[in-house]
């Protein structure tokens, strides 16, 4: 029996952050329950991993963040994609459709 979720491959959490982001400005757990529902369940972001990489993405200048007020009424952090951030989508966007294509060839002819 295959388990229901898939652990992310080293190294996509930061393109999937910037990905989602890149639809809209979003507080943190929504930019995790975005992933989980996009990928119909199979990517679950942990907190522990959610929220280092989302301070990660804001020092190197890729997203922004302002206080706002979340849905149900609470005070979050909005998170947004800066235009340095649209940049590094694209290029890690390109490096991963090599990357999985590379790999794909190789499940393919090995």
């Not at 943190?28 to 929220?51: M, P, T």
């Amino acid at each position: 029996m295959q388990p229901q979720f898939v652990d992310l491959p080293q190294g996509t959490l930061d393109l999937l952050i910037l990905r989602t982001l890149s639809l809209q400005p979003m507080h943190g757990w929504a930019v995790s329950e975005r992933i989980q529902q996009i990928s119909s369940d199979v990517l679950r972001v942990q907190q522990g991993s959610l929220y280092p990489a989302l301070h990660r993405l804001e020092r190197r200048g890729w997203i922004k963040a302002h206080w706002g007020t979340s849905e149900n009424n609470r005070k979050a952090k909005f998170y947004e994609l800066t235009k340095a951030g649209r940049l590094q989508l694209e290029i890690e966007r390109h490096a991963w459709e090599k990357l999985t294509a590379a790999i794909a060839q190789i499940l393919e002819t090995a």
